[in-house]
């Protein structure tokens, strides 16, 4: 989590006295901060801002006698948009005081791991592991290097035609989830008949002109993602501390929605509404479980 602080503007490399300073000024001025009582202290998330959605937190234990414990921080990149309603289950690492959150993408076929943002939030409920939660998602990212490919055009009925395809694959998925052979046997072939079209068109087009957009898992790390995404807006932030630029585009990838950060230098092209952005990024989550299991409407 260390080296995404380069993300959100901190491009200098962070000796050990850097990041105790930085976490230092993020628990003094605060503009966020969450707590929960739990048996071994109070479990508190602090966060500051250095920009428009973008900004460090951390979490940590306060003790009996007052004292603040850190377990580990990390920095965050939100959207202001949710992007689906999900079955969303969560689950506590292994190697740190942090949760990952899991659901059924059917847009995507796969089942899409995050980074859970707000984990207050979910310690509130006070539900085991791997509970389902009906709740709202919103998704952004933090991207370490990209790139800015041109756009594809497509007609109007192209578009159409595509819209109509997702919506049959989207259901035929449901459908061989809850274990129906002839879905199962129809997405077989389509993705047979798939192959064979792309082993044809390669010979003599660019692969960028058959791939719109992608996602594809990447490396060792479930939350880390090989993205293709179409840029739908995008704006220049400076970090408030370091003054740096950053990055923040808003993509479009598989009809989903998300935010990604990345500093300006490791960024090679110049965003353009239209184009596509490629590159790897550290998924994370943000999920409203507080609404949803108040009543809310989705």
Avoid at 34 to 55: A, L, N, P, Q, S
Avoid at 240 to 248: A, F
Wanted: with cysteine; hydrophobic share 35%.
């Amino acid at each position: 989590m260390h080296r995404f602080l380069r993300a959100i503007g901190f491009q200098r490399q962070l000796g050990r006295q850097d990041v105790d300073q930085l976490l230092g000024y993020v628990m003094n001025e605060p503009h966020h901060r969450k707590k929960i009582d739990t048996e071994e202290g109070v479990y508190t998330e602090i966060t500051r801002d250095f920009g428009h959605y973008m900004g460090v937190t951390i979490r940590g234990k306060y003790d009996k006698l007052g004292f603040f414990h850190v377990e580990h921080y990390f920095p965050y990149c939100s959207c202001n948009l949710f992007t689906a309603t999900e079955d969303i289950v969560v689950n506590k690492r292994v190697d740190t005081d942090a949760y990952t959150g899991m659901c059924d993408d059917m847009r995507l076929g796969i089942s899409m791991i995050f980074y859970l943002q707000n984990v207050v939030d979910y310690l509130e409920l006070n539900t085991p592991d791997n509970t389902p939660h009906k709740a709202k998602l919103s998704l952004s990212g933090l991207s370490l290097q990209g790139t800015i490919l041109l756009g594809v055009e497509h007609s109007d009925q192209f578009i159409r035609r595509k819209n109509q395809d997702n919506r049959i694959r989207t259901q035929l998925i449901q459908q061989a989830k809850n274990g129906d052979q002839d879905a199962i046997d129809s997405l077989t072939i389509d993705e047979i008949d798939l192959s064979s079209r792309i082993r044809n068109r390669i010979k003599s087009e660019d692969l960028y002109s058959l791939v719109d957009t992608s996602f594809i898992p990447y490396g060792s790390e479930s939350d880390n993602y090989m993205i293709i995404a179409t840029i739908l807006n995008w704006t220049l932030e400076v970090n408030s501390y370091t003054h740096e630029e950053v990055y923040r585009m808003l993509l479009k990838c598989n009809d989903i929605v998300l935010t990604v950060c990345i500093n300006r230098n490791d960024l090679s092209g110049t965003p353009v509404i239209g184009c596509r952005f490629k590159g790897v990024i550290w998924m994370q989550g943000f999920v409203d479980f507080q609404k949803l299991n108040s009543g809310g409407e989705c």
